[in-house]
């Protein structure tokens, strides 16, 4: 039996089981309308009102996740080195950790503001300029508060162009800025356009996210160069942003342009970062699913894109096609692809959809209003006719309130946003070649 078969018969094992929700036949069935629950009785705060806590032991989750373990973050941040209000990097890194409670964190400061001398004329507006190395005192930071096992920090860097768009760029040792007419303090590397910066990233072997595509006015601003897909960093870009700051999945402002780059060739998995300048935040989380919560996990994890963006804090998905990750590429001979989707959380998830080429859905499968589907899975069986990707958004119930009041993370004001009652988690695809079966 291989591994995809094995693995494929243990989530069959665990649906009938009662372990988790069931998925029969077909990719339209409703799942059960009892999971098993727990005998105390107590209600699920953040359920529906009335139902039990639904229990799942650590050894069936370790046994869906295969071992690895889902941990929540924000990897688009800012401090006083560059256009934050507030909060230098021990101190954010110091609220992160503490108030917020992610599980890890980056710092990715605007580059094109580390060659300007620190000042904080706000809260001290005699000080004098101060030369500091921002990279480098950063980078001092962060390695004194990652402590593996309860809190991951990471440094990168945010390039930045009006024209071009937002770029946060990680795993270097040195940086470079789009704006070749500030002072240089630390760097003398300049990329002032898309195929400068491409050749910057392919020759440091670089991996960067897309931030907050189109977000200014005027056509084709901020579009990375029209989404045109670029070779020479293919395996660079891991990520982007589906949510940055205020604007989550539900708002589905970055979520319409997040086709339009994986039509175009890019593999990139969907992000829901802060974008912070202020101490302040949302419920919206980037997803890193790996073994265990150290820098060189969560890195290794990003990297092989086994990430996903939510709107929820706590939200585990599962989306897999036998052994294969979310953020795995397949040489494919099979006419028809099974994959496998668990969710679990403690809201009422109403909708999963698998979505494919030109960001149509293909399959989905809804719950009825009253079941308890807090744990649901899926196994949704499609055709396979051509290269493509597949990937599992999932709606759920607001039951928690997450979204009643949301912090303009840039403005730092209250904005009371309507999102109908619901939040919304995307996956990264997986990616299918079609092979002939010679192959």
């Not at 924000?74 to 992610?102: C, F, Q």
Request: aromatic letters at 12%.
């Amino acid at each position: 039996m291989t591994q995809s078969s094995v693995y494929a018969a243990l989530i069959i094992v665990l649906i009938l089981s009662g372990c988790i929700g069931s998925e029969r036949s077909g990719v339209d069935k409703q799942p059960d309308v009892n999971p098993p629950s727990s005998d105390n009785g107590n209600t699920n705060n953040g359920g529906s009102t009335g139902q039990k806590a639904i229990v799942i032991t650590d050894e069936q989750k370790s046994a869906i996740f295969r071992g690895m373990n889902v941990y929540f973050g924000n990897i688009h941040s800012h401090t006083l080195y560059s256009d934050a209000d507030e909060g230098m990097p021990e101190e954010t890194l110091a609220w992160a950790r503490d108030t917020v409670k992610y599980d890890f964190y980056a710092i990715t400061d605007h580059s094109e503001l580390f060659t300007i001398p620190f000042t904080n004329y706000e809260n001290f507006p005699d000080m004098q300029p101060v030369l500091v190395n921002k990279w480098d005192d950063i980078g001092a930071k962060v390695d004194e508060f990652n402590k593996n096992g309860s809190f991951v920090a990471i440094r990168g860097f945010e390039w930045t162009s009006e024209e071009y768009g937002h770029i946060n760029i990680f795993g270097t040792d040195t940086y470079t800025t789009s704006y070749p007419s500030m002072p240089v303090i630390g760097t003398t590397d300049w990329s002032t356009d898309l195929n400068t910066l491409y050749t910057w990233i392919d020759e440091h072997n670089a991996f960067a996210q897309y931030n907050h595509p189109c977000d200014a006015e005027g056509s084709g601003a901020q579009n990375l160069g029209n989404f045109t897909y670029d070779q020479r960093v293919g395996d660079n870009f891991f990520a982007m942003e589906t949510g940055n700051a205020d604007l989550g999945n539900n708002d589905e402002y970055y979520y319409n342009y997040y086709h339009i780059l994986l039509d175009n060739g890019w593999k990139m998995a969907p992000t829901n970062n802060l974008d912070n300048h202020h101490f302040n935040y949302t419920s919206h989380r980037t997803a890193v699913i790996c073994k265990n919560l150290t820098r060189n996990d969560i890195m290794e994890g990003i990297k092989a894109k086994r990430v996903y963006s939510t709107d929820d804090p706590n939200m585990e998905i599962l989306f897999s096609n036998g052994a294969n990750w979310m953020g795995s590429t397949m040489n494919y001979t099979a006419s028809v692809a099974v994959f496998t989707t668990v969710v679990l959380d403690d809201e009422n998830i109403t909708k999963l959809e698998l979505i494919g080429n030109g960001g149509k859905v293909v399959a989905e499968k809804t719950f009825a209003a009253g079941q308890d589907s807090r744990i649901v899975s899926w196994m949704p069986i499609v055709n396979v006719t051509e290269n493509g990707y597949f990937f599992l958004k999932v709606t759920e119930k607001d039951e928690n309130n997450d979204e009643a009041q949301r912090y303009n993370t840039e403005l730092n004001v209250a904005e009371k946003k309507d999102t109908g009652g619901v939040q919304v988690a995307v996956t990264a695809p997986i990616w299918i070649v079609k092979v002939p079966t010679s192959q």
